[in-house]
């Protein structure tokens, strides 16, 4: 949903982890250079990945507030409409009785 948030959690390998791993085992040369290569490659992905995230995030929740705005803006439009109609029906009227109370009076 654009108003609510769920936090989770991004795991983060140590290089024992990604030694360790299952299927690391079909790559040829694996040194410590190369372990070390992609957990920092990994790390920068996951730090990008949470970046976007709260980019994605705030443009969410900028949406959310102008639709928002938009709304009680497009709301307090109506009502003054409403009450400056009412108020220029108000002097036509009083107008109108001042006219036709003169007109009597002759």
């Known amino acids: 949903s654009v108003v609510s948030y769920n936090t989770t959690e991004l795991p983060v390998f140590s290089a024992e982890a990604i030694t360790n791993a299952e299927k690391i085992s079909i790559y040829d040369s694996l040194d410590a250079e190369v372990i070390k290569s992609y957990q920092e490659y990994s790390l920068a992905s996951l730090i990008f ?4 995230e709260n980019a994605c995030s705030e443009q969410s929740s900028r949406m959310t507030a102008m639709d928002g705005a938009s709304k009680n803006a497009g709301e ?3 009502k003054l409409t409403m009450t400056f109609n009412r108020t220029r029906q108000a002097v036509i009227t009083k107008e109108l009785i001042e006219i036709i109370s003169g ?3 002759l």
């Open 103 to 105: 007109a009597a009076a």
């Open 76 to 78: 307090m439009i109506d």
């Open 49 to 52: 990945y949470a970046m976007k």
